[in-house]
């Protein structure tokens, strides 16, 4: 608005046809400036979307989605639970522990600081 004297409604516009990569033509002939200010929002646009895509298809392939996910399923389970055994530590005693409560079916939640502990069980 400022650098093309545009009314509101047409900056919208010309900015949003730029953005969208849709190209109509131009509500009015653009300056030298009106120029410069396009090229720097279309690259601005385009730093931008490549940023956010780069950090969503991050997110999913490096496993936090799945990390997350399960923290939010294992959290769902504890929740609901009742009358159940809260273990803390899981090395070999409370390995023993989980292992004859399970068998008497007695829900239980294991606390373990170690996740080389955890990985062995799932084994």
Do not use: W
């Not at 601005?44 to 969503?56: D, E, M, Q, R, W």
Request: proline share 2%.
């Amino acid at each position: 608005m400022y650098i093309e004297q545009f009314t509101f409604i047409e900056a919208v516009y010309m900015t949003v046809i730029t953005i969208g990569t849709v190209g109509f033509e131009e509500v009015h002939p653009l300056s030298t400036n009106g120029m410069i200010f396009t090229i720097v929002l279309i690259i601005a646009t385009f730093i931008t979307v490549s940023f956010f895509l780069a950090y969503i298809t991050r997110y999913f392939l490096d496993g936090h989605f799945r990390q997350t996910y399960k923290l939010f399923k294992m959290k769902q389970k504890i929740s609901r639970l009742s009358n159940h055994v809260i273990l803390c530590g899981f090395g070999r005693n409370g390995r023993s522990a989980a292992n004859l409560l399970r068998i008497n079916n007695i829900p239980v939640v294991v606390i373990e600081k170690s996740l080389e502990q955890i990985e062995l069980d799932s084994r």
